[in-house]
């Protein structure tokens, strides 16, 4: 994993928390942080405060990221218990793999017949978060639209691909293929 370091007046020097965090748990942080409540349509939102999660005791929880990108087929969304990590690919077959004895993610268990619970477990985790196929034409409508947005396919093409991301205020910068 990526570690989150944090730091502050609050925050005790030398503590490690070993219960993995996500960037689904940064809005309920910020609001707690400014000592705000979730409007109610944000209310059920998944996620937990980071200083919640950093006072009390380390434990397992899924951890859930997602990806739409330039280039890929479909979008693809990832969970982990700290043990295990499953890949769902939309239009594709899923991939799992124990992070103890695979760190670098070599050995895709997913088709092995052992581990059916732990995929059908995942699956329903992820579930629970979204709908993945209704998520992905979400975001390849929005793609869409945002391509038309910049001219349509060619001209986003013949401008080239990002070189940065920029900063408030900054220019994005481009480079011709």
Not at 10 to 23: A, E
Not at 67 to 89: E, F, I, N, P
Not at 96 to 102: G, I, M, N, V
Request: include cysteine; charged fraction near 25%; charge should be negative.
């Amino acid at each position: 994993g990526v570690p989150f370091i944090a730091a502050g007046p609050d925050v005790p020097q030398g503590k490690v928390v070993n219960t993995p965090v996500s960037l689904l748990d940064i809005f309920p942080t910020a609001l707690e942080c400014v000592g705000a409540q979730a409007a109610d349509a944000d209310a059920g939102l998944p996620g937990e405060s980071i200083w919640q999660v950093a006072n009390a005791p380390d434990r397992a929880r899924f951890v859930f990221s997602e990806y739409h990108a330039v280039a890929a087929q479909s979008g693809y969304y990832m969970l982990t218990d700290g043990r295990h990590k499953y890949v769902y690919y939309v239009n594709a077959a899923p991939q799992l793999f124990d992070l103890q004895a695979d760190p670098h993610e070599l050995h895709d268990l997913a088709a092995s017949p052992e581990n059916v619970d732990i995929r059908a477990r995942f699956d329903a985790e992820l579930r629970k978060l979204l709908d993945p196929e209704a998520s992905d034409a979400r975001a390849k409508a929005d793609q869409r639209a945002k391509i038309e947005a910049f001219g349509g396919e060619e001209a986003v093409l013949r401008r080239g691909f990002f070189v940065n991301s920029p900063t408030p205020g900054e220019d994005p910068g481009f480079q011709k293929l």
